[in-house]
């Protein structure tokens, strides 16, 4: 008898539990409910202006994208004019007839440029237009020490080069695409005839981007590029607020590499609403609380009440597996003896009863206990199939394959198979339940496998990553597509005439999941079934060579 004011077992109520006494205050619970929700919410609203502000960079990167594109694309048309006055020149020895006219007709082709110059020997000596430019007539580019090194550069490396932001002699900023172009001599040589140039005034240049529309949609930017000789930076074009965290997209150029950087005007947290985001989440926050209160005695009954159903589940889920276990185990006796008992009645008969039904009966006898024997087996195999028998480690699949080739050789021999071995990574189970695997894969390929031609079962593996993936194929009829599922399922039989007990391949599904992989049927490319294993990869090195039986 139990004493007054005791309890036994999980009768023992919530608040004389360490702990359970300070719980069953509601104003207790609603402070940790308080708290608790308060940081989940601060966590939600950080996540939520997290996104926020990738989808804002993101926005504005795709922006930068597209203006970066049309600034290089509009750069890159107006320098190929360079090409166009080199293969000139090269076709006239160093002569552009009529240059005037000629140059100013490749202008309308060229809207991004501002002028076309030739510099024979570097000396700047024609101009188009020559109206405002000309300050650059007789310019030596290879003798300017503000500006000879890119010259220079361009002379010897034979490349277009890309010189500027710098201020213009004729007045203005911009830029100027600087060509070499060498004529062929005589013997075969080229020889430095100078530059084609064409000039690249700014802003003009740079109006296909539409770059003044960016202020008008919110967001400020800059253009600029890092010298290539003092790695100062040099403002090409920008908005009149500087832009704060900026997204770049890089824009290449002959001699030197562009960043266009756009940021919003004012911030990237600027109408986030984080004031308002935060006072609708604390006054949740509190409705949370208030409603959890009231309801703290009712939520620890009711926890109580769940620990006792599951600890009853879990007892009776425990207690049918046992009796399944003891089941399968104490009927395989009784099946022994009916097998046993029917073939020495027969034998004892032999001779003396010619009744060929009787015969027959005590042939089906002895059968079908041979098959009640076999089912109770796989059953007890199937229920064991999730337990390890042995220490989990890195086994030596070619090793267990060779063991249980030998205990096979009889029935393979009957069946006139052939059976390759490739190479066999190691794997991560028991050895015990590894055997199994490949047991029930080759039964189930000599059971089924048979055809018209002599069967031929080929069996490899490979190491994908963390995962080894162990093949079994055979030649044999297959399994159509619609099956190939149906057949991992506890005593699922294609045929109600084919061997087997149909609880095989679910073993092998039940051991391949339990250890942490998969099991699967494919069609064999060269006709038949695969039937594919994969487990986790053991430590040994990957066999180089495989071995026939």
Known sequence: MTPPGSFRGSQRPESSKPGGKWLSRPAHVAILVFVSSVILAAGLIWRLEAYRL????????????ERAYTIQTSIDHVLSATY?????LQQGKGVIPDFERTAGRLLRFYPGAAALQLAPGGVIQQVVPRAGNEQAIGHDLLHDPERDKEALRARDSGQLMLAGPFDLRQGGRGAAGRLPVFLDQEQGKETFWGFAIVLIAFPAALAPAQLHELPERGYAYELSRQHPDSGDKQVISASTIAPLDPVDRMLSVPNARWTLSIAPVAGWHAGSGLWWKSALALLLCLLLAWQTAWQAKLVAVSKEHERTLEQRVAQRTADLQRFAEVTAHHLQEPARRVASY????????AGRIDDDEVQASLSFISQQAARLQDLLRDVELYLAADQ??????SCAAEEILAALLAALAAPITEAGAKITVGPLPATLIDAPRLADLFRIALENALWHGRGEQ???IDISGERLGEWVRYSIRDNGPGVEEEYRRRVFRIFERLSSSSAGTGVGLAILRRISESAGGNAWLEENPGGG??????LPAGDQPLPLVGSAV
């Open 388 to 393: 390890p028998r042995a220490k989990v480690e």
């Open 84 to 88: 166009t006055l080199a293969a000139m």
């Open 454 to 456: 002599p069967l031929r």
């Open 342 to 349: 029917a073939g020495r009645l027969r034998s004892q008969l």
């Open 529 to 534: 079934c695969r039937l594919v294993l994969e």
């Open 54 to 65: 990738h989808q804002a960079r993101h926005l504005a990167a795709i922006l930068a994208a």
